[in-house]
């Protein structure tokens, strides 16, 4: 948390990674493959919205303002569709099977390695490159992208272009947000 008591960007996705990474725990200790199943679209879903949230609202901050941004932005992104391909995957693998714990046990793998680095490398330095205002600010961007970003995976596809296409073509992306923001309806999946 920072000074205030607003959670800021970093507490927020550090959140969503908490999330993410216990219902993995969770579905590795139920038997019930329906159960399983419900689980694992449930991460597919946070998962995909929280990488395209980040990529249109943290990582070009990362970029703009950590030394080797554009290098550690690359890298992230790169993983992000590392870990689409495994869900793409694991959309359409049957629950019962052991093919499911594998995908499982490589998407487990791939994200903590990918939190990992967020956390312990990337995070701390946008603390302190950023003021804690705009960090507050930007958790607000990031909240309201993720109601907005597609939720399935698309491994082959730029996130921006997908956020774009989900949220609407063309300018009036801050009222769309904003909109999103204020819960007033509006499309939530690309497909
Ligand atoms: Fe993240
Ligand atoms: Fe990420």
């Given at each position: 948390?920072?000074?205030?008591?607003?959670?800021?960007?970093?507490?927020?996705?550090?959140?969503?990674?908490h999330?993410?990474?216990?219902?993995?725990?969770?579905?590795?200790?139920s038997?019930?493959p329906?159960?399983?199943?419900?689980?694992?679209?449930?991460?597919?879903?946070?998962?995909?919205?929280?990488?395209?949230a980040?990529?249109?609202?943290?990582y070009?901050?990362?970029?703009?303002?950590?030394?080797d941004?554009?290098?550690?932005?690359?890298?992230?992104?790169?993983?992000?569709?590392?870990?689409?391909?495994?869900?793409?995957?694991w959309?359409?693998?049957?629950?019962?099977?052991?093919?499911?714990?594998?995908?499982?046990?490589?998407?487990?793998?791939?994200?903590r390695?990918?939190?990992?680095?967020?956390?312990?490398?990337?995070?701390?330095?946008?603390?302190?490159?950023?003021?804690?205002?705009?960090?507050?600010?930007?958790?607000?961007e990031?909240?309201a992208?993720?109601?907005?970003?597609?939720?399935?995976?698309?491994?082959?596809?730029?996130n921006?272009?997908?956020?774009?296409?989900?949220?609407?073509?063309?300018?009036?992306?801050?009222?769309?947000?904003r909109?999103?923001?204020?819960?007033?309806?509006?499309k939530?999946?690309?497909?």
């Open positions: 948390m920072t000074a205030n008591t607003d959670p800021d960007v970093v507490d927020l996705l550090t959140t969503d990674h999330e993410v990474l216990h219902l993995l725990d969770e579905i590795k200790e038997g019930d329906e159960r399983r199943r419900e689980l694992a679209d449930a991460v597919i879903g946070e998962l995909v919205r929280h990488s395209v980040e990529e249109m609202f943290v070009p901050a990362m970029r703009k303002h950590l030394p941004g554009d290098e550690a932005v690359e890298h992230d992104v790169a993983e992000h569709k590392e870990l689409e391909q495994l869900m793409k995957r959309e359409g693998v049957d629950a019962a099977t052991p093919d499911f714990d594998r995908v499982l046990a490589e998407l487990e793998e791939v994200l390695d990918h939190v990992q680095d967020e956390e312990s490398e990337q995070f701390p330095k946008l603390r302190a490159a950023i003021p804690a205002r705009q960090l507050v600010d930007m958790a607000g990031v909240e992208a993720k109601r907005v970003a597609p939720t399935r995976p698309h491994p082959l596809a730029p921006n272009a997908l956020f774009h296409f989900a949220v609407g073509p063309g300018v009036g992306l801050v009222d769309r947000l909109d999103a923001w204020t819960g007033r309806p509006n939530t999946d690309a497909g």
